[in-house]
Every structure is written in C-alpha cells, then in structure tokens.
C-alpha cells in the first residue's frame, strides 16, 4: 500500500468575463424581444409574458458577481443566447481537450513533474463534448503520456470522484501517479434564456496531481481519506444524450435538453445530505471540527457554502476558513472546489488539516481529507 498525495494543481481561467450587469442587460433585451414578438399571444393569454431579471437579485440569490466564458459574444446577443463555440475538426485538439491541457501543464509545474512521470489521465466532467474516444485519451496523446486514461461524470461532483478513483489506484500500486482533469464548459449546456439559472454558469478548466507521496519534490497534501455518495434525483437534470435524434418528438428545441434544477429543493435536500456525509466521514477518519484549517467546497451558491462551512466547524468560519470563488467564477460544476483548492492552499503550514468537498446532480457528494507535509 502507498500513500496518495495532491502534489500539484493547476486552473485554466478563459479571458472573457460577463459581468452580471452585462448578463442583466442582455437578459432584459431578450426579454423585451420576447415579448414584443409574442404581443398578440401575451395579450390573448395564451403566452405568459417573460419577466426582466436584476443584477440585485442575482448577486442576493448567490453571491456571484461575474463569470468566466468561452465566448461572449453569443451569450451577450439577445437573438442568440449561447456561447459560439466553432466546431473542431477531427485533426484538432477538442475544445475540453485544450483546456484540460493548460490546466494539466500547470498541475505538473506546480508538482515539479513532467508528461513522464504520469500513469493515468482522468477527465472527470459534468457534460463530455463527445461520447468516444474518450477526452482523457485525447489529453493523454497530447501530453504524450504512457499508460491509460478514461472519462467519467458524476455532474458537480466528478473531481472528487475523480480523485478518489485516482487515490485508490495510486494506493493499491495499480500505478504511480495521475491527473485528474475538469474541464467544465458549463455555458454550453446552460439555458442563458431562463431567468431563474441564467446568472448560475460559468466555465474553467482545473486539473490535480494525485502521486505516491513519496514521489513528491516538494511540498504536498497526502490524502488521508476519501468517501463518496449518491442518491437519485431529478432536481437537477440535462436530458441532452445520443439517443435526441432517435426520437421523433422535436427534441431539439426541448428545454430539458439544458441544464434544469428545481433550485429552492436542491438547497433543502442537499445541505442535509452534505453535513451529515462529512461529519460522519470526519467522526470515521477521527477529524474534530478544531483539527480543519480549512474547507474548500464547492462553489454553487453562497448562502449554501455559509450553511455548510457553519455545520463542518459549528461556528461561523473566519475569514479564510472557507474561501469562495463564486464571486468570480459562478458555479463552474466540478471544478469549483478545485479552484478554491488551488488559489487557497499553499499557505496552510506542515501537518494541517482540511476538506474538500463537492455536491450536486445525481444528487452525488463526495469529500476529501487531506494534510499538508512539508
Ligand atoms: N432576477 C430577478 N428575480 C428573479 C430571478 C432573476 N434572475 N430569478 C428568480 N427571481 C425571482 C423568482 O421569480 C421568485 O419570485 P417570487 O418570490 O415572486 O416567486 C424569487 O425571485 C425567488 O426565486 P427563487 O428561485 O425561489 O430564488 P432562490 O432564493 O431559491 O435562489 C437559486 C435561486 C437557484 C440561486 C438557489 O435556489 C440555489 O442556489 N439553489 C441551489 C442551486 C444548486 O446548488 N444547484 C446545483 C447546480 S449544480
């Protein structure tokens, strides 16, 4: 048996940014397009006319402030309304594929490692930009990695999943080392014409390291234990698949074949489900509440985070205890927890303590207890 260890991570960061005012404005443009459009049906009562949205309810209702996209320009055209991403030829690098890699790249700097000293590549995502070859594979060919590679999704949960695969293999000696990739294009696969999720997006790519800790070069953040849940639920739902075109019911302009969430009871069903799995995964692994220096989770919605920071510790975290990155990031799916993990870690000092945790559709939650050494 080896002991598993996070030796490096790394976060792609696109260069566009929509703000919420800029989202709002486009929003409402489409809104009033809609609308007039639907004059006649509005005023007959057979179409509900559509309301404007407001940056102060968006900002109230989540803490985000702004987003990181692919591309704007679609999502800021009221007579478009999605990201215009150009289709890749067979002979280029996938979108998922590119972004992963910057990620992957600044994983392996930070861990002082080369494509060389990786076994395993796993692209762990919500939504996969095709069904096969398999994304990890094509990461794998272009990091020129030796060994295997596969994708998987549990939705907002895929990284720590993910790492827990990775953690278990690196554990048993199956192999030595492996990425954990999330390349997270949530814009594409968010309904921007909703008002009630349109502000909940957005995209990133982050990527972890997982070694024998005695491989590291430097310092690092063994993983002392993992545990993974899941329960089936409808509250959060993309029925987008292959089988769309085999069925003769206008599917493609279904709205189910976006992201869909009954938002207020995913807040009430998932926080419960939160606490209770980590403090029954802390009380196994024998962490007290006092031994966590911090907590990194999964950057959904504000309110949540201060619920579940607030159960975790049983107090309200100090500042820095749970960062956020939601403010500016929004919900980047898996990746989220990653990102807070990445930006927030390297000053924790030798023998610390602390979690990360993801939760979402599914409903999936997985935890992840690490300490820092060195
Ligand atoms: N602008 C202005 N008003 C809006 C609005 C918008 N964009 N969207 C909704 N509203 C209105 C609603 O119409 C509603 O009005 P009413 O009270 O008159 O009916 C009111 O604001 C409250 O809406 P509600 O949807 O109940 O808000 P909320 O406080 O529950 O916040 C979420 C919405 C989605 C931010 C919140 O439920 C959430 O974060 N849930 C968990 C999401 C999650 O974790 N999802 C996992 C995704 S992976």
Redesign the pocket.
């Known amino acids: 048996m080896y002991t598993p260890a996070i030796t490096g991570t790394g976060v792609f960061t696109p260069d566009a940014v929509v703000t919420n005012a800029e989202l709002v404005e486009t929003f409402n443009a489409y809104v009033d397009l809609y609308n007039a459009e639907n004059a006649d049906a509005i005023e007959a009562g057979t179409i509900v006319a559509k309301e404007h ?2 940056e102060e ?2 900002f109230k ?2 803490g985000i402030e702004q987003r990181y996209v692919m591309d704007k320009t679609g999502i800021l055209d009221p007579k478009v309304m999605h990201p215009l991403l150009r289709q890749r030829s067979d002979d280029e690098p996938s979108l998922m594929a590119e972004m992963a890699l910057d990620a992957a790249n600044k994983a392996l700097k930070a861990a002082g490692k080369t494509a060389a000293d990786v076994d395993a590549v796993i692209c762990a995502a919500s939504n996969l930009e095709r069904a096969y070859p398999a994304v990890a594979i094509e990461i794998q060919d272009l990091l020129e990695i030796n060994g295997f590679a596969f994708d998987m999704n549990v ?2 949960s895929s990284a720590t999943f993910g790492i827990q695969a990775a953690a278990d293999m690196v554990r048993s000696g199956s192999i030595r080392s492996a990425l954990v990739v999330n390349p997270e294009i949530c814009s594409a696969h968010l309904e921007w014409r909703d ?6 997006f957005g995209d990133v790519a982050t990527a972890t390291l997982i070694e024998r800790a005695e491989d590291a070069t430097g310092a690092y953040f063994e993983v002392k234990s993992t545990r993974c849940a899941t329960e089936f639920s409808n509250n ?1 739902r993309n029925n987008n698949g292959f089988l769309r075109r085999s069925r003769p019911d206008g599917v493609a302009d279904r709205r189910d074949m976006q992201f869909m ?1 009954n ?2 009871k ?2 009430k069903e ?1 926080l419960p489900m939160v606490a209770d799995h980590v403090a029954s995964h802390m009380a196994d692994t024998n962490v007290e509440a006092a031994d966590l220096k911090r907590i990194w989770l999964h950057q ?2 504000k309110s ?1 985070n201060d619920f579940i920071g607030r159960k975790v510790l049983g107090r309200t975290p100090e500042p820095g205890e749970q960062p956020n990155v939601l403010q500016d990031y929004a ?1 980047t ?1 898996s990746a989220g927890s990653i990102i807070a993990f990445s930006k927030y870690s390297d000053d924790l000092q030798d023998g610390d303590t602390g979690l990360i945790c993801s939760f ?2 599914g409903y999936s939650v997985g935890s992840v207890i690490v300490q820092k050494h060195g």
């Open positions: 949205s407001s309810f968006i209702a989540s939705a907002c008002r009630d999720c349109h502000f909940i959060i969430q938002g207020r995913v807040f998932v959904a919605n949540m919900n799916s979402g559709a």
